[in-house]
């Protein structure tokens, strides 16, 4: 499985910030989508990732507050990316590796959109479902290879 499969199933709906937006705005955005992250992007390249670990972390090092921080001094700017075309498999690795649970997919530099950890739990629990009902389809099918009467007379 490729991370296009999951792609086509999520659908194409990004939710982007600028880097010089107040990370206070990109918080409201995060809290009325219900989402878990945003792409930090400026003149169409992807310059970061901005996720509720960075929210959290900008906010313990400013005191408790947001104040006037930026989403640029927030955000992840060196953020794992993959493409259309890697194996689910490897991108399960590198989430892991990384400890990250979103990932921008970039076909050559334009975004392709953005997958989670939860997208590929969901898709490789899909996946086996798919294959357990395949296989006891099967074993509800399975020929009766004992021989009949007439096979054993002969």
Request: charged share 25%; hydrophobic share 40%; net charge negative.
């Amino acid at each position: 499985m490729k991370v296009s499969d999951i792609l086509r199933v999520k659908g194409n709906t990004l939710y982007t910030v600028t880097p010089m937006q107040p990370l206070s705005d990109a918080v409201e955005i995060m809290s009325e989508k219900d989402i878990g992250s945003l792409v930090v992007m400026e003149h169409g390249d992807l310059l970061g990732m901005l996720t509720f670990r960075e929210v959290i972390q900008a906010i313990v090092g400013n005191g408790g507050q947001i104040g006037s921080t930026t989403v640029r001094s927030a955000m992840d700017d060196h953020p794992m990316t993959c493409t259309s075309e890697t194996d689910l498999d490897e991108v399960r690795r590198m989430m892991l590796e990384r400890h990250a649970r979103y990932m921008p997919v970039l076909d050559k530099r334009m975004l392709m959109g953005v997958i989670s950890l939860y997208d590929v739990a969901k898709a490789v629990v899909d996946s086996q479902n798919f294959e357990n009902q395949m296989l006891k389809a099967y074993i509800r099918d399975w020929p009766n290879d004992e021989p009949t009467a007439k096979s054993a007379a002969v």
